[in-house]
């Protein structure tokens, strides 16, 4: 993980690093500074609410998914029994984290395969007033990762189901 930058009141400019307009690294060489030490993020976080970050493919893996594919996969994936934490972003995509395992050039026009000097937002990291927030938490799937390309496989098949229409 590493700090990203940060709004006050959730409508403020972009603090953390001079000259930022979005969400990003707070370091230029942010895949340096990355740390599993919590005792370096808690010194980190002590000083500014800064956005945490997640530095993808070194041992995790992110696959981002439209919000209606996630609610799908995340059902198929339990029918499965393939558990792993997911987030839903303030623009109502999915996050899915997995091990590395297997999820090389996995990537569809509808599966976002954020790895190698990739990085992603985690909750409680908010974006213009709005906070990503855990759908399945790391805590309650006992901080395991599932097999990367277990997940991406179950959100490519999602992905491939023909569109259904609601009647509403």
């Known amino acids: 993980m590493h700090p990203g930058t940060f709004q006050i009141g959730g409508k403020s400019n972009w603090l953390g690093r001079p000259d930022t307009y979005r969400l990003e690294p707070v370091a230029a060489s942010w895949e340096?500074?990355?740390?599993t030490d919590s005792s370096v993020a808690a010194r980190w976080w002590s000083r500014r609410p800064y956005s945490l970050?997640?530095?993808?493919?070194r041992l995790v893996d992110a696959f981002e998914v439209h919000g209606d594919l996630g609610r799908l996969a995340l059902e198929l994936l339990g029918e499965r029994g393939v558990v792993c934490p997911a987030a839903q972003?303030?623009?109502?995509?999915?996050?899915?984290?997995?091990?590395?395992?297997g999820v090389s050039g996995t990537e569809t026009s509808r599966v976002r395969h954020h790895g190698v000097g990739a990085w992603?937002?985690?909750?409680?990291?908010?974006?213009g007033g709005f906070a990503y927030e855990w759908r399945v938490s790391p805590h309650s799937v006992g901080w395991h990762l599932a097999d990367?390309?277990?997940?991406?496989?179950?959100?490519?098949?999602?992905?491939?189901?023909?569109?259904v229409m609601s009647s509403r």
């Open 32 to 35: 340096k500074v990355a740390t």
């Open 53 to 57: 970050l997640l530095a993808c493919g």
């Open 89 to 101: 972003t303030p623009a109502g995509t999915w996050l899915f984290f997995a091990g590395r395992r």
């Open 120 to 127: 992603v937002p985690l909750p409680p990291t908010a974006a």
């Open 148 to 163: 990367g390309a277990r997940v991406c496989g179950a959100l490519v098949e999602v992905g491939e189901r023909p569109a």
